[in-house]
């Protein structure tokens, strides 16, 4: 990788984790359509999958206690439809033209971004939510395989239950762990992931780890919904970047 390159990389990884630190979610939301558009898709998708596992780790262990939570009786089940569905996703990262893949990102993080301006109130209630746990880990599982990003399905589908701060975390990153940890050894078998992509992988924890401390102290200067602003203002620049194909 030449210096460019790696520069690129870090920006990227950095920016991710300075929006995980503060908001306990958004490393792949904001590092992987960068990483797509220096590296390819594959090569993003293969690149990102041991920071996830490493770092949400780290945050189902330190939230563990909400396992226990009546709202997360959905989990279980939604997880099992997600693990199903990245093996979907992963063999279309295989079989379909990577621009489809990319345009298809594109426009479901515009969706993503549509969705967060135009109905940022809407809930879920629990019952409802064990009911469509299993077809919407499905297609958060899908978007994983596929993509390398869950969060317009999972993430909507979670922060629609309007749980605690505490409660809310602990879901995403189990979501996030699981996906990752499935989708490792699905990337082997498939043939898409390289040795060189998983160095790369571990190398990436570095500016990871060193910016996450940066975004939880920016969470306690801004206000959350200043925040949410400037991170749905990128995200849908980047998703036009992806549509258009620039």
């Known amino acids: 990788m030449d210096v460019t390159a790696a520069l690129i990389m870090t920006a990227a990884l950095a920016a991710g984790a300075v929006v995980k630190g503060a908001t306990g979610m958004g490393l792949p939301l904001i590092a992987l359509p960068v990483l797509t558009a220096a590296f390819g898709l594959q090569h993003a998708v293969g690149l990102m999958t041991i920071p996830l596992i490493v770092t949400n780790i780290w945050q189902v262990w330190r939230f563990r ?15 099992v439809g997600g693990a ?23 426009l479901l993080l515009l969706a993503y971004v549509g969705l967060r301006l135009m109905a940022p109130t809407w809930s879920l209630g629990p019952d409802l939510a064990r009911r469509l746990g299993p077809p919407a880990g499905l297609g958060a599982g899908i978007l994983q395989g596929a993509t390398g990003i869950s969060s317009p399905i999972g993430v909507t589908f979670i922060h629609a239950m309007k749980l605690e701060r505490e409660a809310h975390v602990f879901a995403v990153s189990a ?4 996906f990752s940890v499935v989708q490792l050894p699905a990337l082997w078998a498939a043939g898409i992931m390289q040795p060189e992509w998983l160095l790369q992988g571990l190398l990436a924890l ?9 975004g939880q102290w920016i969470s306690s200067k801004l206000s959350r919904k200043a925040f949410d602003r400037m991170i749905l203002i990128f995200l849908a620049v980047i998703g036009l970047t992806m549509v258009l194909g620039l």
Request: glycine fraction near 8%; charge should be positive.
């Open 65 to 79: 206690k909400e396992a226990r939570s009546d709202r997360l009786a959905f989990m279980p089940l939604f997880l």
């Open 84 to 106: 199903v569905g990245i093996g979907i996703g992963t063999w279309a990262l295989t079989t379909l033209p990577e621009r489809v893949l990319v345009l298809v990102l594109g």
């Open 175 to 178: 979501m996030f762990l699981l």
């Open 206 to 214: 570095i500016p990871i780890l060193l910016f996450m401390p940066v």
